[in-house]
T-cell receptor, first 113, second 111 residues
Framework: NAGVTQTPKFQVLKTGQSMTLQCAQDMNHNSMYWYRQDPGMGLRLIYYSASEGTTDKGEVPNGYNVSRLNKREFSLRLESAAPSQTSVYFC????????????FGEGSRLTVL | GQQVMQIPQYQHVQEGEDFTTYCNSSTTLSNIQWYKQRPGGHPVFLIQLVKSGEVKKQKRLTFQFGEAKKNSSLHITATQTTDVGTYFCAGRGSTLGRLYFGRGTQLTVWP
């Protein structure tokens, strides 16, 4: 049972390039989330999807877009990467939007030069 | 916006000593969760507290949720080297999908 799978695990971009982080879960969860983690800052919510077909902004949505492709998949897109977006990105999922354990992927380390 | 403050940021203890990390919110929380992240790993769920004044125990770990549902604590008795990692609290306020994480407490345990 894979749980939450993120790709790629590592990526280096130049300023202005675009890329998409992919996330898939096989637990039949309704809600999915994208967080970024920076040293000393904890995890900050970028976007979340309470259920298939819906997406909502979190704390730090600027510079990002998301797509809930289906119940399993939730992608995060950087249209024009900036050095401030250098971070570790975590995708997470859980069955309900308001309660319950968050299951995290292993993370994607992104460096923007 | 809502913030969840967590202290201390770092804690270094000798193996066998106790450890406590605290979380405080400016607003009432619907529930609070605790996660542990090992170095280089991803956060792993430990527990969720929902009720005012709730106390839960998991072996050497004791979790508390304040009476006003604005603060919480995690206490580890007699730390072991396997307890090393960063402990995060995460609180949910009135917005269903928004789970706000504290900045974490990084625990180092010296053998």
């Amino acid at each position: 049972n894979a749980g939450v799978t993120q790709t790629p695990k590592f990526q280096v971009l130049k300023t202005g390039q675009s890329m998409t982080l992919q996330c898939a879960q096989d637990m039949n969860h309704n809600s999915m989330y994208w967080y970024r983690q920076d040293p000393g800052m904890g995890l900050r919510l970028i976007y979340y999807s309470a259920s298939e077909g819906t997406t909502d902004k979190g704390e730090v949505p600027n510079g990002y877009n998301v797509s809930r492709l289906n119940k399993r998949e939730f992608s995060l897109r950087l249209e024009s990467a900036a050095p401030s977006q250098t971070s570790v990105y975590f995708c997470a999922s859980r069955d309900r939007v308001d309660t319950g354990e968050l299951f995290f992927g292993e993370g994607s380390r992104l460096t923007v030069l | 916006g809502q913030q969840v403050m967590q202290i201390p940021q770092y804690q270094h203890v000798q193996e066998g000593e106790d450890f406590t990390t605290y979380c405080n919110s400016s607003t009432t929380l619907s529930n609070i969760q605790w996660y542990k992240q090992r170095p280089g790993g991803h956060p792993v769920f430990l527990i969720q507290l929902v009720k005012s004044g709730e106390v839960k125990k998991q072996k050497r770990l004791t979790f508390q949720f304040g009476e006003a549902k604005k603060n919480s604590s995690l206490h580890i008795t007699a730390t072991q080297t396997t307890d090393v990692g960063t402990y995060f609290c995460a609180g949910r306020g009135s917005t269903l999908g928004r789970l706000y994480f504290g900045r974490g407490t990084q625990l180092t345990v010296w053998p």
